[in-house]
């Protein structure tokens, strides 16, 4: 391949990754504003004065409250322990993190033909040995039989976002539709022979498949964001 085709998907791949959808969520509980006040004021919160009669009631309650703790020790151990068996369970499934191009494969589906349009999946399988999930977009770059680059235009069909889990060796899908007659000025439709393809969110690889296909309106894909099953 020439060199000045490289340096044009190089481009051509960058302006697409800054048109990808990037969805990032970082939830945590909220903080006390006194609990952080003292905590970064650099001062110990005063202490309560201790009177002598105060002392004593707490040396004759000091033993009450030990033996009631040993009571309650023994169901409160069992109560945690069930509970480290759920939080375990939660904790798996919020251990998987975000599909990363190095763990997909792709593929395009069958075809669908139809009055002049055509509709194919854009399926990508987790190939890791590790539960990840997709959620929004992909981006998408066509390129012809010689290798330049052709004019895509990805367009989102505006389907709401959903978080799909892939356990290894599952995939998920992107419709895609396009059509095959010429609009406005088009005499023709240049024909692709390969399609790149960027992940959600990824930035830093993509993957790149045999993609025979002619669509017409200036090269304009229509797709849908990335949704359970491997077909339409």
Known sequence: ??????????????????????????????????????????????????????????????????????????????????????????????????????????????????????????????????????YGYVGLIMIDGRGDVLRTRTRRDGTPLRRITLRPGAGAYAKMHWTVVPTGRETRCPESARLIILPPDEVDAHLEIPFNAAPCDDGRIDVSPMAAGTHL
């Open 1 to 134: 391949m020439k060199p000045s085709n490289d340096a044009r998907r190089l481009a051509l791949v960058s302006a697409v990754v800054a048109g990808v959808v990037t969805v990032s969520a970082a939830c945590g509980p909220a903080s006390s504003v006194s609990s952080a006040t003292s905590a970064t004021s650099g001062q110990e919160p005063a202490a309560p004065a201790r009177t002598a009669a105060s002392v004593t009631g707490a040396a004759t309650t000091g033993s009450a409250v030990a033996s009631r703790g040993v009571r309650a020790a023994g169901s409160s151990a069992e109560s945690a322990g069930s509970s480290v068996g759920s939080a375990g369970s939660a904790a798996g499934s919020a251990a998987a993190r975000r599909c990363h191009t190095g763990s997909l494969a792709a593929r395009v589906g069958a075809v669908g033909p139809g009055a002049g349009q055509r509709y194919a999946p854009l399926v990508l399988t987790n190939t890791s040995a590790k539960t990840c999930w997709v």
